[in-house]
């Protein structure tokens, strides 16, 4: 499931919702986890792999 995303990812990085202005997130759900990624030129960045419980104010800090 986790290979599964991170091809899905950096075959196709736009089809995972924006969750703020430069962070995508890719939901792994077998495992309830998220990826919270951003495109830039010449990569992709994984900011942060995180819980779904994780409460929204602890991504915000981590992303902002």
Known sequence: AIEQI???ISERPELY???NQSHRRAVVRRFNYAFVY???PLHIEVTAVLHCRLH???LRERID
């Open 6 to 8: 991170c091809e899905r």
């Open 17 to 19: 919702p924006l969750i």
């Open 38 to 40: 951003r495109i830039l």
């Open 56 to 58: 929204t104010s602890s």
